[in-house]
T-cell receptor
Framework: KQEVTQIPAALSVPEGENLVLNCSFT??????LQWFRQDPGKGLTSLLL?????REQTSGRLNASLDKSSGRSTLYIAASQPGDSATYLC???????????????FGQGTILTVHP | DTAVSQTPKYLVTQMGNDKSIKCEQN?????MYWYKQDSKKFLKIMFSYNNKELIINETVPNRFSPKSPDKAHLNLHINSLELGDSAVYFC??????????FGPGTRLTVT
């Protein structure tokens, strides 16, 4: 059974800092890894998706890396801003079809607060 | 244009009632999902449909019944609501097993 863990559970930083959020998963047989952002009372916004064959993906100030064999991913946020404050979630689907098709297993998230 | 939409956004009802939540996606995706986010913010999949066919059916009480009239819609009907059903329910869609796009959520409160 896949388990996804995110560390730290919460993080508070001053504006401008670079920061790293961590995600680990127990079963390396994943199809891809997706990072999401959730604002309070809102839905999930997809930030980055890394295919299992890729090592990293970049979008603006965000960079996500994937080490599938060790079961780890990191989300790097450069020059953080107060608008980055949100909960960040990582999720993985299994590398299998059938009844597991597209089944995302989520971590519990990292609550990020960036203060001015 | 909203990619994945859900109605209603908020739903307050009494125990024992039956209610439905609707989901629609205009992305042309062939797979749709329902997730539940509990009070501790933990997200867990409930169901998925691929081309109107049920694929994933997690350990969910029989009181929950998804219905997919077509590829663009996946509704969730809940019978005999219980206090423990209070949560935020998210609909999502994807093309095959790729990136999933989520709706804004429906906050269900059972009193």
């Amino acid at each position: 059974k896949q388990e996804v863990t995110q560390i730290p559970a919460a993080l508070s930083v001053p504006e401008g800092e670079n920061l790293v959020l961590n995600c680990s998963f127990t079963d390396s047989a994943i199809y891809n890894l997706q990072w999401f952002r959730q604002d309070p009372g809102k839905g999930l916004t997809s930030l980055l998706l890394i295919q299992s064959s890729q090592r990293e993906q970049t979008s603006g100030r965000l960079n996500a890396s994937l080490d599938k064999s060790s079961g780890r991913s990191t989300l790097y946020i450069a020059a953080s801003q107060p608008g980055d404050s949100a909960t960040y979630l990582c999720a993985v689907p299994p590398d299998a079809g059938g009844t597991s098709y597209g089944k995302l297993t989520f971590g519990q998230g990292t609550i990020l607060t960036v203060h001015p | 244009d909203t990619a994945v939409s859900q109605t209603p956004k908020y739903l307050v009802t009494q125990m024992g009632n039956d209610k439905s939540i609707k989901c629609e996606q205009n992305l042309g995706h062939d797979t749709m999902y329902w997730y539940k986010q509990d009070s501790k913010k933990f997200l867990k999949i409930m169901f998925s449909y691929n081309n109107k066919e049920l694929i994933i059916n997690e350990t969910v009480p029989n009181r929950f019944s998804p219905k997919s009239p077509d590829k663009a819609h996946l509704n969730l009907h809940i019978n005999s609501l219980e206090l423990g059903d209070s949560a935020v329910y998210f609909c999502a869609s994807s093309q095959d097993i790729y990136e999933q796009y989520f709706g804004p959520g429906t906050r269900l409160t059972v009193t």
